[in-house]
Every structure is written in C-alpha cells, then in structure tokens.
C-alpha cells in the first residue's frame, strides 16, 4: 500500500511506478482510495469513475480544495522512476504526480486542519477536454467542487501561479480565383491576401495586464498557414489559424471581438475553431490572500491555459501550485529536484495549520 505518512519524495516515486497513461487510471485510483481509507481520518471518501475525492466537515469558516491529476502522457521508457541524487526522474514526476504525492501526505499528516479540506484526484487531464475528470465531477457533483480557495497541483517550480490566460483559436480565410500560373493576371491569388494578416500580426502590440500584483501577457499569433493546388496554379483559397492567449480580463466573446478588430477591413472571413476563457487569480479574497501570506508573496500569472479556469468560472478563486519545472512536462528526461516536493509539502502544511 502507499504510504502517506511517509516522506513525500518516496510516496512521489510509489506513484511514478504505477503507469497511469490517461484511460488507463484504474490501478493507481485503486491504490490511491484504498490507502486514503486506510491512513486518514475524518474524511467521506467516494469514487467516481477513476476518480477518488475526499473531503473533511469539520464546521471550518473556510474550505481548501487541493485537485491533482492522476493521469500521465504515454510512457517514454521512463517508468519506474529513478532517483540520481537529488533529481527524481520518471513520467509523472513533473507532471504531475509529485504534487498528488503532497497533497496525499497532507491529507494523513494535517490531523487538524485550520481549514475544511477537500481533496480531488482526477483521471483524463491530459487528453480531449470532453474526457476531462474534473469536467465530469463538476457535472454529476457540483457542490464537491464548492471552496474558498483551489489549489491545482501542476508543476510552478515552486511558485504560485495564480488564474491562467483565455485561448482562442480562428482560421482566418482568404479567397480568390484560380488559374494557370502562366497566366497569372488571369487569377486572383488567395495566398497573396494573407500577406495583410501576416503584416498585420507581425506588427501586433501585444497588451501586458495586471491584476492582483501579476502580470499577464497577451499573445496574438500564426500557428499554421495552409493553401495551394500545385506548382502550376494560381490558388483560389488559403488560410492561416491564429491562436490569441489573452488575459483574464477579456471574456471568451471580447476576445474573438478583438481578433476582428484586428484584421478589420481585409478581405478575409474569420472563422472561429476553439476557445476557452481564462481565470482570474482572486488574490484579494481572505483565504487566497492568506495562501500567497504562506508562500511569502513567491506569485507570478500563469501563461497557458489549465483547470484553475473551471473553478474561476464557478467564482472559486484557484492557483497552480506544485513542485517541478513546467518545462520538462512530458519529456522523455521528465524529473524533478527532491527539494521542491519537500518545500511543497512544508509550504502548504504553513498555510492549513496556521492560516485560518
């Protein structure tokens, strides 16, 4: 059985050596409920699907909840793990078993939270967002999602990363008339209209926006270009897909409105493939507050997009924060400094103990 009351180093690299590629998460929820029923007390634990929640009715003025995915990336021949002084290497080390592993720990080792806890561990994070855990248990059990404060588990390094940054994914649209490239003047080259919208990015000033001490920065960028019919033919169609990652402050609907505005008198037709909104930190609320108070003001805004925006959406003010390099996420030489999951570990057992 897992050992949650032993070091977390050692309980991070139990975890790495049960392979868990997303859709393949029964065994390690199988180990983790068993031994939260066996090493806790005070909590109703259920199950759903691959998913183990758990949470405390103390009749605390504030609840935490502390949400940690259980799936990994496929395995890149780096299963079991491996410690090499102090670097644990192993999939799932990053990203993000180590932060499950202090989240596990503290769930056995806080007998007397200063807080009501709740404690989500989710299978298919890293795949389709329709097979997203944490989109499932926020349809079929809404209120175990209810909090003061969330804490995602994902890989800072150490620091708080607080809301997350909207996507926005279009395909920006030229047409034209085609032709013999012999005779070009007899056509209308669409891949020659969308040298606008690249001028028009490549000269984008992108907005730095701060809310709660962070800085968020915007991004409007090409990601893809597509046309052509052959090396003989003027083109009658291209396109180029533009990703906007914008700040928290933008709904999902002000942001697609920017992007118009943007390319506003080309003549190109914008169509909109994928969005997600962003989150805003919440710093300001008592219960965030006291969390950046425990890891002595280390926040920054994170840049990208994560589950934190399921609970701002749901007016839950949710961080990242766990051990690991974002960075050597799902690399095949994944791992992290046993350090950080110590430090981890002794942060947010500060802030349960001590910041009410």
Same mark, same amino acid.
Request: aromatic share 6%; hydrophobic share 45%; glycine share 10%.
């Given at each position: 059985?897992?050992?949650?009351?032993?070091?977390?180093?050692?309980?991070?690299?139990?975890?790495?050596?049960?392979?868990?590629?997303?859709?393949?998460?029964?065994?390690?929820?199988?180990?983790?409920?068993?031994?939260?029923?066996?090493?806790?007390?005070?909590?109703?634990?259920?199950?759903?699907?691959?998913?183990?929640?758990?949470?405390?009715?103390?009749?605390?003025?504030?609840?935490?909840?502390?949400?940690?995915?259980?799936?990994?990336?496929?395995?890149?021949?780096?299963v079991p793990s491996r410690r090499d002084g102090d670097i644990l290497h192993g999939c799932g080390t990053v990203d993000m078993k180590s932060g499950d592993a202090v989240f596990l720990h503290l769930a056995a080792t806080v007998p007397e939270p200063a807080h009501d806890l709740t404690l989500v561990f989710y299978d298919c994070e890293e795949i389709e967002a329709a097979a997203n855990g944490l989109g499932r248990i926020e349809r079929e059990l809404p209120d175990w999602l209810a909090a003061d404060v969330a804490i995602l588990g994902e890989p800072t390094g150490g620091y708080i990363e607080a809301?997350?940054?909207?996507?926005?994914?279009?395909?920006?649209?030229?047409?034209?008339?085609?032709?013999?490239?012999?005779?070009?003047?007899?056509?209308?080259?669409?891949?020659?209209?969308?040298?606008?919208?690249?001028?028009?990015?490549?000269?984008?000033?992108?907005?730095?926006?701060?809310?709660?001490?962070?800085?968020?920065?915007?991004?409007?960028?090409?990601?893809?270009?597509?046309?052509?019919?052959?090396?003989?033919?003027?083109?009658?169609?291209?396109?180029?897909?533009?990703?906007?990652?914008?700040?928290?402050?933008?709904?999902?609907? %002000? =942001?697609?409105?920017? /992007?118009?505005?943007?390319? &506003?008198?080309?003549?190109?037709?914008?169509?909109? @493939? +994928?969005? *997600?909104?962003?989150?805003?930190?919440?710093?300001?609320?008592? %219960? =965030?507050?006291?969390? /950046?108070?425990?890891?002595? &003001?280390?926040?920054?805004?994170?840049?990208?997009? @994560? +589950?934190? *925006?399921?609970?701002?959406?749901?007016?839950?003010?949710?961080?990242?924060?766990?051990?690991?390099?974002?960075?050597?996420?799902?690399?095949?030489?994944?791992?992290?400094?046993?350090?950080?999951?110590?430090?981890?570990?002794?942060?947010?057992?500060?802030?349960?103990?001590?910041?009410?």
């Amino acid at each position: 059985m897992l050992d949650l009351r032993g070091d977390p180093i050692e309980l991070t690299a139990a975890l790495v050596d049960i392979p868990s590629e997303s859709r393949h998460e029964a065994r390690i929820a199988d180990e983790v409920e068993a031994a939260l029923r066996a090493q806790t007390s005070g909590f109703e634990i259920i199950r759903n699907g691959e998913a183990v929640l758990a949470r405390t009715q103390l009749g605390k003025p504030t609840r935490v909840l502390l949400a940690g995915h259980l799936d990994t990336v496929p395995i890149a021949d780096n299963v079991p793990s491996r410690r090499d002084g102090d670097i644990l290497h192993g999939c799932g080390t990053v990203d993000m078993k180590s932060g499950d592993a202090v989240f596990l720990h503290l769930a056995a080792t806080v007998p007397e939270p200063a807080h009501d806890l709740t404690l989500v561990f989710y299978d298919c994070e890293e795949i389709e967002a329709a097979a997203n855990g944490l989109g499932r248990i926020e349809r079929e059990l809404p209120d175990w999602l209810a909090a003061d404060v969330a804490i995602l588990g994902e890989p800072t390094g150490g620091y708080i990363e607080a809301g997350c940054q909207g996507t926005l994914r279009v395909v920006v649209h030229a047409t034209g008339t085609r032709a013999h490239s012999a005779r070009s003047w007899l056509g209308d080259n669409a891949i020659h209209k969308l040298g606008a919208v690249l001028d028009r990015l490549a000269a984008y000033q992108a907005r730095d926006v701060e809310i709660d001490g962070c800085t968020y920065r915007e991004g409007l960028s090409a990601v893809r270009i597509e046309g052509g019919v052959a090396g003989n033919v003027i083109p009658d169609a291209a396109s180029v897909t533009v990703n906007f990652r914008f700040a928290p402050d933008r709904s999902a609907d %002000a =942001a697609l409105q920017h /992007v118009h505005e943007v390319f &506003g008198g080309l003549d190109v037709r914008i169509e909109q @493939t +994928d969005s *997600a909104a962003g989150a805003l930190p919440g710093l300001a609320k008592p %219960a =965030a507050k006291a969390l /950046v108070e425990a890891a002595d &003001g280390r926040v920054r805004a994170k840049y990208g997009w @994560t +589950d934190v *925006a399921r609970f701002a959406a749901r007016g839950v003010p949710a961080v990242n924060y766990g051990p690991g390099d974002p960075n050597l996420a799902h690399r095949r030489d994944e791992r992290v400094p046993v350090e950080q999951i110590t430090a981890a570990a002794e942060m947010l057992r500060r802030y349960l103990t001590s910041f009410a």
